[in-house]
């Protein structure tokens, strides 16, 4: 069988069976085309020629360039088409099945502290443009949403008066978010001002810009970047990071873990547990701190 062929299929499968998203099927084509063209480089085209020592040759020619973290990743997205290749060709064997994944260091998060989270916010005026701004923010912020989850949230799945909202995260699995009240009202302030003049193509996007068009991932980016540089926070704060933030903020107030594994909407809750090292560096920092300033008293 051609190894285009496979892949072809397989895109197929993920995106009209088993109905992942766009994003996620062009995640998985980036990922399969840069190993179909190791293999070809290497004179392989039939996925029964692909032996486990091919794929361990490409997952070590990938690391050389590529953080842990993408290596397991894309050798998940191997493993996935693998398996699906042979399940339907029975003839052709998983030369994947034995190889794992390698073990990769846990960074904790960059996120932002309250006072540069209100030093964001505050810094907006009243313009059209800027009411905007600062709603897609707030949002991010007090809701806890990646960036995708909220440029592809719909009017419909956000209920203000009731104080929740509805978002379709990873998979297609929807959870339900309650909005804090300052971010109820900004939304509505958006909702009623902004957004029924900008909205020219009646899109059913929560948040359009003022050309009426959907709003970016790459717009969001843009945005925080500059708002980083002109206020001077720390560069290494991303859109990212307004998630971290309200994980963090929601354990420093006692949240259950559990509770904010939902709210983050986390299949595993060791990926939420990362946030719990955010707080033990809290507390370790806050120890430390104070014990500096005791013996510089004692000291005096």
Known sequence: MNISEAVDDYIMNITVIENKSKQTSQAYRRDLNAYTQYLSAHHIDKMESVTTADVDAFLNAYAENHAAASVNRILSALHSFHRFTSLN???????????????????????FSYEDVTKMLSSFGSSDKEVYQKTILETLYACGLRVSELCGLQLNQVHLSQGMMKVKG???????????????????LYLDVIRPQWDKN???????????HVCTRQYIHV?????????????????????HSFATQLLAGQADIRVVQELLGHRDIQTTQIYTHVQDERLRQAYDDFFQSFNKKEDA
């Open 89 to 111: 060709h029975p003839e052709i064997d998983d030369p994947s099945k034995v190889i794992r994944g390698i073990a990769k260091s846990r960074h904790l998060p960059v996120y």
């Open 170 to 188: 990873k998979g297609g699995k929807e959870r339900m978010i309650p909005i804090a009240e300052p971010c109820v009202q900004q939304m509505q």
């Open 223 to 243: 945005l925080i970047k500059k708002k980083i540089n002109a206020l001077h926070l720390n560069p290494a704060i991303s859109a990212h990071s307004f998630r």
């Open 202 to 212: 009646k899109l059913p996007n929560f948040f359009i810009n003022q050309l009426g």
